[in-house]
């Protein structure tokens, strides 16, 4: 009797428990898409930032979402700080900020923000810059 009794309050604690902690939290989505301002529908990745920033590349440029509306990044080739390809393959930020950029056939851009620009960074740059305070820290 002793044992059923102990069973029978675990089971109501555990309900009166899930009963008391259940939320009715609705999750809300919003579509994001090009009548919004992204710049293609083709999103190849995306990544935020350590300022709050939403970063998203497409097959057409580089998105930067703060939350309200898009500021797009394309590539042009009379402009030396604009990306040098539109297609963007990755976006990581590394330790000190910086966001670099991977396009397809173009290289890796680093963003200044300083400036709101891009660099095209030669590979040999980034592996000094941000990968090798990395490898040799461990």
Known sequence: MMKNSRYLFVIIAQCISLLSFAQNQQIRFERISTQKGLSDPNVMCITKD?????????????????GHQFKV??????DSESLSNNYIQNIVEDSKGNLWIATSG???NRFDRKKTALNTTPIS????????PIICAK
Request: aromatic share 20%; net charge positive; hydrophobic share 40%.
């Open 50 to 66: 350590s300022r709050g920033f939403i970063w998203v590349g497409t097959r057409y440029g580089l998105n930067r979402y703060d």
């Open 73 to 78: 990044f394309y590539s042009d080739p009379a």
């Open 106 to 108: 173009g290289g890796i």
């Open 125 to 132: 740059q980034v592996i000094r810059t941000a990968f090798l």
